[in-house]
T-cell receptor
């Protein structure tokens, strides 16, 4: 398996534009996580899905952020409209689910909002 | 808020020395995991320790867990320059939700 695949790897956009980040989890994994990493706040869990269903979105910073998982092999994180403070590295991770499994991370998307 | 807090925030050692990093957390857990992150890359899982375990080994890594103190430590023995990275602990809360909350990380630099 190629691991968790995220696209794009880098995104530069202007303030106010819509940004869509994409993630393909490892086949067979039923839990998917979106994290955001910044120097100031570290790694923040934004949302996690189990069996394609959002279980906890309490980490989503505001209504400008939304995430979907239409099927077991694809998820998106959308920011609309984007703001400079959204600049960060966004990671997607997947796991087999349950209490004793490790998470596998993608390489991340570095987002810069100017 | 962060569930886990690692200390020290940064650590610089010579190659061959041992490196010890600590993690403290706030709520009861089912398991605790340690991850490594090389600069500009995603996180890589190192080791998982369950709440009923006290110590675990994997190669040059040794992890301890003290649930009474809500703390864990990661020891890297005979460090190498390639161990230079940031190290994070991650915990899951016993809330029935299977999400991992990461600490603030320790930046380790191993000097050749």
């Amino acid at each position: 398996d190629a691991g968790v695949i995220q696209s794009p790897r880098h995104e530069v956009t202007e303030m106010g534009q819509e940004v869509t980040l994409r993630c393909k989890p490892i086949s067979g994994h039923n839990s998917l996580f979106w994290y955001r990493q910044t120097m100031m706040r570290g790694l923040e869990l934004l949302i996690y899905f189990n069996n394609n269903v959002p279980i906890d979105d309490s980490g989503m910073p505001e209504d400008r952020f939304s995430a979907k998982m239409p099927n077991a092999s694809f998820s998106t994180l959308k920011i609309q409209p984007s703001e400079p403070r959204d600049s960060a590295v966004y990671f997607c991770a997947s796991s087999l689910g349950g209490l004793i499994t490790e998470a596998f991370f993608g390489q991340g998307t570095r987002l810069t909002v100017v | 808020s962060q569930q886990g807090e690692e200390d020290p925030q940064a650590l610089s050692i010579q190659e061959g020395e041992n490196a010890t990093m600590n993690c403290s957390y706030k709520t009861s857990i089912n398991n605790l995991q340690w991850y490594r992150q090389n600069s500009g890359r995603g996180l890589v899982h190192l080791i998982l320790i369950r709440s009923n375990e006290r110590e675990k080994h994997s190669g040059r890594l040794r992890v301890t867990l003290d649930t009474s103190k809500k703390s864990s430590s990661l020891l890297i023995t005979a460090s190498r320059a390639a161990d230079t990275a940031s190290y994070f602990c991650a915990t899951d809360a016993t809330s029935g939700t299977y999400k991992y909350i990461f600490g603030t990380g320790t930046r380790l630099k191993v000097l050749a």
